[in-house]
């Protein structure tokens, strides 16, 4: 994928113009801009030698205001371009983001938070765009503002008091430079303390109950209070570092002007420099203060950008472990017969095996039952027949097909999947059906609703199809869950179809009508089905056990009872469950 | 903003704070107006005057240093004083509210979210602290500033002064038209950014379901809009900052031109001399900082009112179980014995729908007393009005024959042990956990609690034992293990009644016998009110207590309530059948 360096320079590149015009347009302004003290300069002399009359401070007047438009237009133009740009590759940077997440496989999301990533994609993002839009505004600001300064100083009010004076504000980048991070680590320690103090107050109201049992008030008050006062002090270790900043850098400008004051008052009443240009300067020993301060925090906003870059270079860098080969084609149109002939399964980021010796045949349109304990591999297993996870190369077929050897789209478009938790997006119960197929009508996903047993909840809602899930909207029980999940996977009417412990939060008679209509809507369609409790595989044409990742016994419902193994003796046992909660 | 008055008492033992912070201010900001009238007096007298003199040149130097040094000395104090102050305001509103908050009854704690008193408690009193640190420094400063400067310039000149007057109108007018603008489209931007946020934390969790449908383009593209729909919003958040901020800086300019203009023409008529009008341009510049200042902090002072207002409306609930006028003390009366009994209690939460009706029993000092019933038949209502969570519509329930509501709450706890089914683990050491950070109860306490309990050697294999840290929401522990450090708490406390709300997690067999033996050795020598799950837990208790719907259907032993064939002998014989499950 992208390294972000490359795509920082290509954008620069592709923008190249437009960034020209911009920067262009602020060198201009400052150009613009260091003629007003030059201007008040040259009227302070005339004024003083008389030369001036009506006319001419007319003329004066309509230039100082001419001057202070200009650079407010040129200024303003550059600045908003800049920062419609930095928008813009922020934009892009978010999308390249997202669009490369799409392509890495389960097993990455499965090492990492998702509140790192997250992360990522906002601060990192923003903290190039900050870089990229202000910081360049100011960098570009600073350095011509700075140089024009300069050379204005140089060439109209005397190069030695320029340099003697200047003395003082050198020291201003440095001392943000300095300064700068050591607030930012401040700030954060205190963002800290704040963020102990609300964990605190959740445990405490959480644990209410307990702690009015054990008239433990005043403990917890005292636990709390022991938060704030750090809080407190952590906030003044913030502000004296700020206030510092805050208080030394307006000093150093004084210092500076008690410089220019002595030496400049010095060479005006000794006539060596005119009073014009002793004005002329003091006005541009106030107007090179604040680039100088800028330069500082653009070192640190470039800085905090670099290493930002870096750790989304990282992350842009990371290969999708599961891609089509080179040489992979189009699965032809499925039966779905699936073949697993497997000696081994380890996960990525595991030392053993989870699966070994399996070996498992489903002929085209049949029905497979998959049973066996938590932790025996179920999931595991049909995990990797859509590639969610990689089984080795030549292990596991459909129609004869490698699926190693197919492209991803085509594999995946032959299966459709139910998973265990019933994942769905918050947003409507209609649109989480439609998943699955895109522009499916409403009649589609109502029938397929339907078939999931799923339409008389449906109808319980006053909003139906539109009423929303999740966080803002209705909480679904665990068994609803499973219903959508279902209705979903069954509207993208796949050749085969996989269903990972999807019925083990609904009652035993929804399990029963949605048996029943699975076996009617999927006739000639192969179907694997996980199931914890029996009666949900039994009509299975084939019933494999596992056990400890590996396949124990194989059959029937009527071969694996009279087998007299595990399958029958967790069938016994469920009976008499069933008895009671029956 | 009454909500906001009311506040101010906190901030009253720091009166003298802000008092000195308002000196403070004062000679800073003379410092600041005293620089450019020192350097008018410089170009007036020394530098163009009829008599140049150079000493006089230096002396005003210098005193322009000592004038920047004082500048610099009372804005740091300033910034120390004032942020102290603040910040010890609020911790004053944090402890008052949190202290409030832990006084309330359950009835609070149902109707307010955790979540909603957690933002109160941090967040709300972050944003009224601007109200005592920038706004209240803003006014004063900002305030001073502009009269200062105005005053400055009618000394100087009245007629060109009152040229510049009319610059006030026009830049609050602009400054707030705009600050009002900004403020929806910062909203806007930021609404916008977490609809980015919740979207991409949704679709990094479910992944797995995108790939397998194969809808990575159209969630590529629903992604898209988000992203494009933040991305126009904060372009024009950012254009309407850059507009904002050139005007200002715009109008600056031409009023400097205007300046130049209007004061030109009086030094030309020799109405004033040159140095005023030097004066004037710094100053009019000077003029811009503090009204744009003061135009944000009307913005922050309108966030701190809605802020005030929630923190308010909590401070403003009364518990409505609270200690009595005139407290019973039960250890005068010599050792407490620990004999409870509910007399005719009714209880309803909703009033209308009474969950409890009409229970009476008692139960002798030391005994072992069990409750069961089907899922909401009142038996944790039952606890909940003992332990006064709740009071009762009707009835009284007694302890040692006296009414609990006599008693101080703390007195009440202090004799009253709850164990409930959810176990509660605060962010701490496990021995903390124990001594639910009780300092009084000492390291050897805590270990002979554990020992009693038979969690010491559960603690003992943890990493680093008894200093091992939990978490409270990242559970280290496994379910058994929480029950029996919930057990090393009661005995660590050692409350004459206790009452027991059984764990339903299924457990396997060894720690379930641990548990058991732990439940034992809690409920030695002590007056034990156990909410049965399993009926195995109460068959050995001295008296059993059936609730149906509120009401009590029978009570006896085990073995007389199995004889009777009631409620309880259709529990248990249902009960037993699942065991086997």
């Known amino acids: ?582 | 903003m009454n909500s906001l008055l009311r506040l101010l008492p906190y901030a009253r033992p720091y009166v003298w704070h802000f008092a000195g912070v308002i000196v403070l201010v004062l000679l800073y900001n003379g410092t600041s107006v005293l620089q450019p009238y020192l350097v008018k007096i410089a170009i007036d007298e020394d530098i163009t005057g009829p008599h140049p003199s150079v000493h006089g040149l230096f002396v005003i130097a210098g005193l322009y240093l000592g004038v920047s040094l004082v500048g610099l000395v009372a804005n740091y104090t300033q910034v120390q004083v004032l942020q102290y102050a603040g910040q010890s305001v609020i911790r004053k509103i944090r402890v008052a509210l949190f202290t409030h908050i832990e006084r309330q009854s359950m009835r609070f704690f149902d109707t307010n979210a955790v979540g909603r008193l957690v933002t109160n408690v941090s967040s709300d009193t972050e944003t009224v602290s601007q109200f005592f640190t920038n706004f209240f420094l803003s006014m004063v400063r900002d305030g001073l500033s502009l009269v200062l400067i105005i005053a400055a310039m009618y000394r100087l000149d009245v007629r060109i002064a009152t040229y510049s007057m009319v610059l006030l109108p026009i830049l609050f007018g602009i400054s707030l038209v705009f600050r009002r603008r900004l403020r929806e489209r910062y909203q806007a931007t930021r609404t916008r950014l977490s609809n980015i946020i919740a979207f991409l934390a949704e679709n990094l969790a479910g992944m797995r379901i995108i790939q397998i449908f194969h809808q990575e383009q159209r969630q590529a593209r629903a992604f898209g809009e988000l992203n494009d729909a933040h991305r126009q919003a904060s372009v024009r958040e950012y254009r309407l900052s850059v507009m904002f901020n050139r005007t200002f800086e715009l109008l600056g300019n031409v009023a400097v031109a205007a300046v130049v203009w209007v004061g030109g023409w009086a030094v030309l008529r020799h109405a004033i001399p040159f140095g005023t009008l030097y004066a004037f341009i710094t100053y009019i510049r000077q003029f811009f900082q503090p009204i744009n200042s003061i135009t944000q902090q009307w913005n922050t002072l309108q966030s701190t009112i809605v802020a005030a207002d929630r923190i308010g409306k909590v401070l403003a609930v009364e518990p409505d179980v609270r200690d009595p006028e005139d407290p019973v003390d039960l250890t005068a009366r010599g050792p407490i014995r620990g004999e409870v009994a509910f007399e005719h209690v009714s209880f309803a939460y909703i009033p209308g729908r009474t969950v409890l009706h009409d229970v009476s029993f008692r139960v002798p000092a030391g005994s072992f007393v069990g409750f069961v019933g089907a899922t909401g038949a009142g038996k944790s209502s039952l606890m909940s009005l003992l332990t006064r969570f709740y009071d009762p519509q009707e009835g009284q329930i007694t302890i040692d024959g006296v009414d609990i509501r006599r008693l101080r709450l703390e007195d009440l706890h202090r004799v009253i042990g709850l164990v409930q089914q959810e176990v509660h683990l605060f962010t701490g050491t496990v021995a903390d956990n124990i001594r639910l950070f009780r300092e009084e109860i000492s390291d050897e306490a805590v270990r002979a609690a554990a020992r009693a309990v038979g969690a010491d050697e559960v603690i003992e294999r943890l990493p680093e034992g008894y200093q091992t840290r939990l978490f409270a929401k990242g559970a280290n522990l496994s379910m058994g293990e929480r029950q029996l450090i919930a057990f090393a708490r009661i005995v660590a406390l050692n409350p004459r009644v206790l009452i027991l709300d059984e764990a339903t997690a299924n457990l396997d067999s060894k720690t379930e016998a641990l548990v058991q033996r732990g439940l034992e050795a809690v409920a030695k020598n002590r007056t034990t009110l156990v909410i049965a799950h399993r009926l195995s837990t109460i068959r050995h208790a001295d008296e059993i207590v059936v609730l149906d719907h509120g009401r009590i259907v029978e009570t006896g032993t085990h073995e007389a309530l199995l004889e009777r064939g009631g409620l309880y002998a259709q529990l248990h014989r249902k009960s037993s059948v699942e065991a086997v499950g």
């Not at chain 1, 401070?57 to 230039?63: D, P, V």
């Not at chain 1, 995990?383 to 789209?409: A, K, M």
């Not at chain 1, 279902?486 to 993208?492: M, S, T």
């Open chain 1, 1 to 582: 994928m992208d390294n972000p360096r490359q795509l920082l320079k290509r954008y620069f590149l592709r923008h190249r113009w437009s960034y020209a015009l911009s920067i262009l347009s602020i060198v201009a302004s400052e150009i613009v801009m260091v003629q007003f003290p030059h201007l008040l300069g040259a009227f302070t002399d005339a004024l003083q030698a008389g030369r001036v009359n009506g006319p001419a401070l007319l003329r004066y007047t309509l230039w100082l205001a001419a001057v202070g438009i200009g650079y407010v237009a040129l200024y303003g133009f550059g600045q908003m371009r800049n920062g419609t740009l930095g928008r813009k590759f922020e934009y892009e940077l978010r999308r390249t983001l997202f669009l490369h997440w799409e392509t890495l496989s389960t097993s990455y999301f499965r090492q990492r938070s998702v509140g790192d990533l997250l992360n990522h994609a906002l601060n990192d993002v923003r903290s190039v765009r900050d870089a990229l839009s202000g910081g360049l505004n100011i960098l570009t600001n600073a350095v011509f503002l700075l140089a024009s300064t300069l050379v204005m100083t140089f060439r109209t009010v005397s190069v030695r008091l320029t340099l003697v004076s200047m003395i003082p504000i050198v020291v201003v980048p440095f001392l943000v430079g300095w300064l700068g991070p050591r607030i930012r680590q401040a700030t954060r320690q205190a963002q800290e303390a704040l963020s102990d103090m609300a964990d605190l107050t959740e445990e405490s109201i959480t644990a209410i109950r307990l702690i009015k049992a054990t008239a433990n008030e005043a403990v917890e008050q005292r636990r709390f209070t022991d938060r704030v006062d750090a809080i407190v002090r952590r906030q003044m270790g913030v502000f004296r570092r700020s206030a510092l900043m805050q208080s030394l850098i307006p000093f150093m400008g004084s210092l500076a002007f008690v410089v220019a004051l002595t030496y400049g008052g010095y060479l005006t009443i000794t006539r060596q420099i005119p009073l014009g240009a002793f004005v002329a300067f003091t006005l541009y020993l106030a107007m090179l203060i604040t680039p100088l301060q800028e330069m500082g925090f653009v070192f640190n906003y470039f800085q905090r950008a670099s290493a930002s870059l870096q750790r989304l270079e990282v992350l842009l860098t990371e290969m999708p472990d599961i891609h089509d080969e080179r040489d992979a084609v189009a699965l032809p149109p499925v039966r779905g017969e699936v073949r697993i002939r497997l000696n081994a399964f380890t996960y990525p980021d595991g030392t053993r095996p989870a699966l070994h010796d399996v070996d498992i045949r489903v002929e085209a349109g049949k029905t497979l039952g998959i049973v066996g304990r938590t932790g025996s591999g179920k999931t595991t297993l049909v995990n990797l027949l859509p590639r969610i996870f990689d089984p080795p190369p030549g292990t596991v077929f459909i129609d004869g097909h490698d699926v190693r050897s197919v492209t991803l789209r085509s594999l995946r478009q032959a299966i459709s999947y139910v998973p265990q938790d019933g994942f769905l997006f918050s947003t409507t119960i209609g649109e989480n059906i439609g998943f699955s197929k895109e522009g499916a009508t409403e009649a589609e996903i109502l029938e397929a609703a339907r078939l999931a047993a799923f339409d008389e909840v449906i109808e319980t809602f006053p909003e139906g199809l539109d009423t929303v899930v999740g966080e803002r909207g209705v909480t679904l029980s665990g068994g609803q869950r499973q219903r959508a999940a279902i209705a979903r996977a069954l509207l993208k009417d796949a050749p085969i179809l996989i269903l990972d412990d999807s019925l083990s939060a609904v009652d035993m008679n929804t399990e029963k009508t949605i048996i029943a209509n699975l076996q009617r809507a999927r006739r000639g369609r192969t179907t694997i089905v996980i199931a914890h409790r029996l009666s949900a595989v039994r009509h299975a044409d084939h019933i494999v056990v596992l056990d400890r990742g590996t396949v124990v016994e194989a059959g029937t419902h009527e071969e694996l009872i009279r087998r007299g193994g595990l399958y029958a003796e967790i069938y016994r046992l469920q009976e008499t469950e069933q008895g009671v909660t029956a």
